[in-house]
Every structure is written in structure tokens, then in C-alpha cells.
């Protein structure tokens, strides 16, 4: 094998709101039946990248939990394998992970222990679908230090601030980074994923360490662009990074075009994912689906219409969900009304209430009301 | 060697030939059912959940398809260091080769296997039924009773006891007499073709029959441990147990999944079903698709109007598609304003634009009339209907049709179309 991955999952997001309270960002659920993480670990899958590390800190409980067996990914193998790496603590380090770069330092180990001479480094927070093997090729080619896959703003209007904004040369040579600018004359953006050799790697980090620098990014990437032959890639296709409420709940509603369903789900390179065993979603009298997107376990009485329903929700009989997030396992009341709102997971809406959002500002509901057991 | 208290042997090898059509290409057990399941995961699923953790599958007809779902057991947590499920299809041997003749002949061409766990006690299991059964209790009532065998009995309607093959017991459970198929049934204790032999008791009555021709467990092997000891037991089982063997009650067993509260629910947290699917997609409705009390399955695409059917992974229905009282497998393909009347569309078939299934009148079928009756239009897997033509009742079809396979664009009721290189 040609590349390691790794796999950067650690990231908390305050933009994801209450949210974040119950999970990771990189384990948010997506396009009903997946998480987010799921994206990142298939596509090193179908790149036979067989050697994996998740980097996982902040509210891992549920991620880890999500990865507590690589047969899904089919990593399970005697060579290489899922690496969940979680900080701790040694003689040396009494730290939590100061940052992206630091969180790759603190497992120096695993890079060290690797023989293969590449390293694929992605973030778990970004839906994309990439062979990976296609920007290492033109690493090679280009006889690079670094590549970063760039994309262009997603189409949904993200807000450009939040992103890297890249300025290349016309041979495709990055000149310029400038993380989260106020306003920006380009809008090619750092998609997250890059390729290095790694031995470079292993340099590049602990001279960072040394120097109390613990940011890929800042550290790294802008730090050396000059002396460093750092190339973009395009990564042509949907991205979308789904750390902020709208652009999450935006991400989930991609799913529901065919073009988007067919570019992750269309042929044989798919998405995999933990398998739960649900049994076919049921739609019972009463039930009418308009553009909705549905996954298995479902119960449905009432009325869907433009929504994203994830495994195992229960929709009672005269419900109109619109707009809406529905995350797994809710139950949900006769004559309820939910309209552009995420339900957080595992909730139970009583029967008779409202709930509203508006567009462009996404209420988001939890209830902890006592389960009502079907 | 550690010792397993009981293994499972489970009989897949059967054609399953009243489901016509559908068990052309597969065997019975791997036959599609409820949308996103095959007829295996029951009683696989069953073992798993009753600790059973060592099952011998018997294969003979057709295996591929159930050697790539089981594979090494992953789905149903069969994948064990030591047991879990192991493929038992016929082998060549120094002196003989022979396929399996009976039942209980493709048990004792396995004794080697069996004795490699060296049980107490063995299941034997068939293929072909829907039912969620605890076989850890069943065993319990074994060792209780002492017995040497069990059966699992299902109380049946009066009138419909002369189909089976009924056992007559005592207050206890002790066996009396068995009656096969009896025109004057005296008991209405079906017997479900589920076994548990005291593994030294079945051992010694599989060599002693080893010459009988076509040796059979209802027939050979448990009428004469009878004969023997008088020592076999009736377990009364009184949960949803639905025999799929034929067209009708295959359509029959799948649209009671659809009922509101069906009398087989799946939607229990307790008792799994599991399954071998890697698709875990999301479905999808369109704008205007339409649906009526259904169950669908994963990443099925819904452009169209469903009412009353059994929906696989991955089937598409096309804009101004109707399907109605239908069961369409996974990853069958339905085209646009084609209209779909009770018919069992099997896996990866293509049905072209504007057809019309099961149209006309009722007409016996002329190839066989008591598998395809029902009034069902059956079509095999990876068959293809060209655009626009009707296909009436009873009907069944074999292979990649075109226009020119239907005269007039129709295909009469009680009518059949087997394309060259293929079977029945």
C-alpha cells in the first residue's frame, strides 16, 4: 500500500449549537442513514487505503461508539486496520490535543510504526466523495511537498468566511492562503484533504512541536508556503462541510435531489455504514410522502413533505412534517406539526403541539419527554 | 475441542419448486421476502437469538446465491472462532458420491461434522418458513421430558389438518401415533419440520437407516426412534409460523407485513431479524409519488403511486407507475406509467414503459396449473418486459422478452413465456 490515513474527527463546533451537546460533529448523522464520519473512512476504503486513524477528543462518546467495529468499512483486515486515536496522557505529554497538527504529533507513533510512504490526512466533518489515490497521483507527478484538494463554494451559499481561501499560480502552485478572511477575491476554498509524504510529515510536526505549533493550517501549511512546494487538487464533485446549523440541515436537504443521491449512491463505490438491522420502513393509512427521504425502521402515519427522516422515526397518524430534520429514533404524537426545525435523536414528541422555524433560521427541537414504548 | 450442547442443522437444499418461476435460477431459501429480507434470515436469525451459536447449512439446488448471502456468517454474528455457520453442500467421497437423497441422508453425510462438536443434542431446521421460535425453550422442555426427540406441533384448523402431517400426543406431550396428510385427521398438531434429537439417539438410527433410499426425518428416521422407544415428544408452539411454499401463500405471508399491526412484527426491538444487506441508502419519495399502506425497503427510489405492496432495497418505480397488491424485489425496475396488478416481480427485473400487469380475465394456467394460480403474474429474476405490452393472470415469464414474445402486445392469462436457454 502506497498511504496511511488519517482521519482528523476531534473537532468541536460552537456554530453546531445545542447539537454539539450530544455528539461530535463528525458523528452528526447524514442523509438518514449515515454520519458524518462515514464519508471520510468509505472513501479510504474505496481508495484500499487499509491502514486508518480516527483522531477523536472532543464528545467522542457517540463516535466511538460508531466505530466500535471496522467490519463496516472493511477494515477488519491482519494488515492495517481502524485506529481510533483518543489523547493521553504519558510521561511526556499531559495534554489535551492543542490542535490539528498536534493531534497527528501526539501519535507520532503511528505515523513511525507505518511503512507506507504516503499519508492522507481528511477531516470527518466534510460529505465528499474522493479516490484518493487520483490526488496522490498527481502529488507524485507534480513532485510535491504537500497537496490540498480545493473546491469551489458550495452551491447552497455557504458562508465564505468560514472557509481557507486559496490563491494559485497557473501552475496550480498555492501562493496564498488566507484562513477566514472578511471578504476574498477567490472562492476556491481548502476542502480539508491533503496529501504528504511521511517522512516530510513526521519533519514538518515535530519542528512544529518544538516551536509550540500545533495548527496544520496555520502552522504548517501557510507557514511553509513559500519554501515548500505546496500544489492544489481539484476535488471536482459535491463537498459540503456540515459544522454549522444551516449548512448541516442545507446538507441533509442536498440528499433529497436524484443528481446528489446518485453521485454518493449511484454506482458501486457507496457509502458504508454501521449496520443497525432495521426492518423496511412501514407506511401505514394515512401516510403521504412528498420529496421526502426516508430510512428503515420508520412507522408513518401522517404527512412528510421535504424532509430528511433518519432510522426508526415514528410519525403519528394527522403529523405534518415540512422542512424538517427528523434525527433517529423520535417519536412523534397524533396532530403534531413540525415545520423547519431539526428534532435531535432519540426524542419523544408528545401528541397535539407546534413547532415552527423559520426558513433560514432552523429551530432546533429537543424533548426529553418520557419514551412512550411502541 | 469445546463442546457445543446443541448445533443446528438447517436444510436449504430444496428447489422449492411451487414457487415456480422464482426458484428457477435460486433455491427456496434465498428467495427474496419482506422487502429486504431472504427466507434463511428467519431461522438463522431464530438460532442466533436462541444462543444457538453452530448451524451446518445444507445445500444442494442452486447454491450460489445463498453461499454469497451467508458467507461467513458476518450478518446474523455467525462469524465465530469456534463453531458459527458452516456451508454443507454434497461431496465427493473415496468409495461413493452421491447427492443428497432425503433429509436425514444429507444429515448423515455430514456425521463428521456433527461429531467435530461432539453436541448433546441436535436441531434440525428446514429453510422455508416465516416465524420468530425461542429453540432455547424448546430445549428446555426437551431435557425436561427426557425425550429423545422433539417436534414442534402447531395446532392448526380442523379442516385444514389433512395438508399436514399431524401428531397425536398425550396430556404430557408424549407421541402416540402420526398420521401423514390424513383424509380423517384425529389430531390437528401440525408438525412445523422442526426437530431436536438427543444427538446419540439420532446418530445410531441415521447408521442403522443408511441404506433406506431417499431416507427422510418424517418418514424413516422419527417412525422408527418411535418404533424403538416410544420416547418422542410434542412441543406445542403456539406463535405466527407461516409455511412460503407456495405462490399463494408466499404473496399471502408478505402482504400480512403490511397490515397496521401485523400478526408478524418485525418492529421488535427483542427478537432481530437480521439480514445480509450492505445497501443501508436511504428511500426516497418524489414530489408526486403516492403511497398506500406499504413496507419499503432501503434505498428504493418512489416516483410513482404504491398501494398494498411489498417494496425491496433498491427498487425503483418510475413517474405514473401504479403498483398495487404487489411484491417487488430488490432492485427491480418499474417503468414509467406502467401499471402493476398482484404480481410477484422477483429480483433485478426490468419492466419497460406503459405496461400493464395482470389485466383480463381468470384462465387456468396451461403450463402448470397448480403452481400458478392465485390469479398472480410471476416473473423471474433478471427477466425484462419490453414497453407496452399486457401480461394477464396466472401468468409467468422466464428471461429478457421482446415485443415480438407478445402478439397483439399482450400475453393472455394462464399463458408463459420461457425463453430459450432457460428454465422453469
Request: aromatic share 10%; glycine share 8%.
Amino acid at each position: 500500500m502506497r498511504a496511511i490515513g488519517i482521519v482528523l474527527a476531534g473537532g468541536n463546533s460552537s456554530k453546531m449549537g445545542i447539537l454539539a451537546e450530544k455528539r461530535a460533529v463528525s458523528a452528526m448523522p447524514v442523509a438518514g442513514s449515515y454520519r458524518s464520519v462515514d464519508f471520510a473512512l468509505s472513501n479510504m476504503s474505496n481508495s484500499h487505503i487499509q491502514k486508518v486513524a480516527v483522531c477523536t477528543q472532543f464528545n467522542a462518546r457517540s463516535l466511538n461508539q460508531h466505530l466500535n467495529s471496522s467490519k463496516w468499512w472493511d477494515f477488519g483486515r491482519k494488515q492495517g486496520g481502524l485506529f481510533v486515536l483518543t489523547p493521553t496522557i504519558t510521561l511526556e505529554n499531559d495534554s489535551w490535543y492543542r490542535g490539528t497538527a498536534d493531534a497527528i504529533y501526539q501519535n507520532m507513533d503511528f505515523l513511525k510504526d507505518s511503512h507506507e510512504p504516503y499519508v492522507i490526512i481528511t477531516s470527518a466533518d466534510c460529505v465528499y466523495k474522493m479516490d484518493y489515490n487520483k490526488m496522490l497521483e498527481q502529488h507524485i507527478a507534480k513532485k510535491a511537498d504537500i497537496t490540498v484538494a480545493y473546491t469551489h463554494v458550495p452551491e447552497h451559499g455557504d458562508d465564505l468566511r468560514r472557509f481557507g481561501v486559496l490563491t494559485m499560480d497557473e501552475d496550480g502552485r498555492i501562493r496564498e492562503f488566507e484562513e477566514k478572511p472578511e471578504t476574498a477575491d477567490s472562492s476556491i476554498i481548502n476542502a480539508g484533504i491533503y496529501v504528504i509524504r511521511r517522512r516530510l510529515l513526521i519533519e514538518l510536526l515535530e519542528k512544529a512541536n518544538s516551536e509550540n505549533r500545533y495548527d496544520f493550517v496555520k502552522d504548517i501549511l501557510v507557514r511553509y508556503r513559500e519554501t515548500r512546494l505546496i500544489y492544489g487538487y481539484e476535488l471536482k464533485g459535491y463537498w459540503s462541510n456540515i459544522a454549522t446549523v444551516d449548512s448541516y440541515f442545507n446538507t441533509n436537504m442536498d440528499f433529497l435531489r436524484r443528481d446528489v443521491r446518485d453521485y454518493f449512491f449511484g454506482d458501486y463505490d457507496g457509502i458504508y455504514s454501521k449496520i443497525e438491522d432495521q426492518p423496511p420502513a412501514k407506511y401505514n393509512p394515512g401516510a403521504s410522502m412528498k420529496n421526502a427521504l426516508v430510512s428503515s425502521g420508520c412507522i408513518i402515519n401522517g404527512k412528510v413533505e421535504n424532509s430528511v427522516l433518519f432510522r426508526k422515526v415514528y410519525v403519528g397518524a394527522n403529523c405534518v412534517i415540512r422542512n424538517s430534520i427528523i434525527l433517529n429514533d423520535v417519536y412523534i404524537g397524533d396532530n403534531t406539526v413540525i415545520e423547519n426545525c431539526i428534532v435531535e435523536s432519540r426524542g419523544t414528541i408528545k401528541a397535539n403541539e407546534v413547532y415552527k422555524g423559520e426558513p433560514g433560521n432552523i429551530r432546533i427541537v429537543i424533548e426529553e419527554n418520557d419514551r412512550y414504548r411502541i | 475441542m469445546i463442546r457445543k450442547e446443541m448445533i443446528a442443522m438447517l436444510l436449504a437444499g430444496g428447489q422449492g419448486s411451487r414457487l415456480g418461476v422464482l426458484t428457477a435460477n435460486v433455491a427456496k431459501p434465498a428467495v427474496a421476502f419482506g422487502g429486504k429480507y431472504r427466507i434463511i434470515d428467519f431461522p438463522l436469525s431464530n438460532c442466533i437469538n436462541s444462543g444457538v451459536d453452530t448451524v451446518g447449512v445444507l445445500t444442494q439446488y442452486r447454491h450460489l446465491r445463498l453461499n454469497t448471502h451467508i458467507g461467513i456468517g458476518i450478518p446474523w454474528d455467525l462469524d465465530k472462532n469456534h463453531g458459527g455457520v458452516t456451508l454443507l453442500p454434497p461431496y465427493e467421497k473415496s468409495d461413493s458420491s452421491d447427492w443428497y437423497s432425503g433429509t436425514a441422508n444429507a444429515i448423515f453425510q455430514n456425521l463428521e461434522f456433527i461429531e467435530n462438536y461432539n453436541p448433546e443434542y441436535v436441531l434440525i431446521l428446514g429453510g422455508d418458513h416465516i416465524y420468530k421460535m425461542d429453540y432455547e425453550m424448546m430445549l428446555d422442555f426437551h431435557k425436561a421430558k427426557g425425550a429423545d426427540v422433539t417436534i414442534a406441533c402447531m395446532p392448526v384448523p380442523w379442516e385444514e389438518a389433512s395438508r399436514f402431517g399431524v401428531v397425536i400426543a398425550g396430556e404430557d406431550g408424549n407421541i402416540k401415533d402420526f398420521e401423514e396428510k390424513p383424509p380423517k385427521p384425529s389430531s390437528n398438531l401440525a408438525s412445523m419440520g422442526i426437530y431436536i434429537f438427543t444427538w446419540k439417539v439420532l446418530k445410531e438410527a441415521l447408521i442403522a437407516l443408511k441404506d433406506q433410499p431417499g431416507c427422510d426425518f418424517g418418514m424413516h428416521v422419527i417412525p422408527y426412534v418411535h418404533e424403538k422407544t416410544h420416547n418422542c415428544y410434542c412441543y406445542e408452539f403456539n406463535g405466527y409460523w407461516k409455511d412460503v411454499g407456495t405462490l399463494g401463500s408466499y404473496w399471502e405471508a408478505n402482504m400480512e407485513l403490511i397490515d397496521i399491526v401485523p400478526e408478524f412484527n418485525l418492529y421488535e426491538e427483542f427478537w432481530k431479524v437480521y439480514t445480509n444487506n450492505d445497501i443501508i441508502k436511504p428511500q426516497y419519495f418524489s414530489e408526486n409519488a403516492v403511497v398506500e399502506k406499504c413496507i419499503v425497503g432501503e434505498g428504493a427510489e418512489i416516483y410513482g403511486t404504491i398501494e398494498n405492496s411489498v417494496i425491496g432495497d433498491g427498487v425503483v418505480i418510475e413517474e405514473g407507475a401504479v403498483v398495487r397488491n404487489s411484491i417487488i424485489m430488490q432492485n427491480a425496475y418499474i417503468g414509467r406509467n406502467t401499471v402493476v396488478d398482484k404480481a410477484i416481480i422477483a429480483e433485478a427485473v426490468k419492466v419497460g414503459e406503459g405496461c400493464h400487469l395482470g389485466v383480463g380475465e381468470y384462465a387456468p394456467n396451461v403450463y402448470n396449473p397448480k403452481v400458478y394460480a392465485f390469479d398472480l403474474v410471476t416473473i423471474s429474476e433478471h427477466s425484462v418486459i419490453p414497453d407496452h405490452v399486457s401480461i394477464g393472470k396466472n401468468t409467468a415469464i422466464v428471461g429478457e422478452t421482446t415485443p415480438e414474445d407478445y402478439p397483439d402486445g399482450l400475453l393472455a392469462s394462464g399463458q408463459v413465456i420461457i425463453k430459450a436457454g432457460e428454465t422453469a
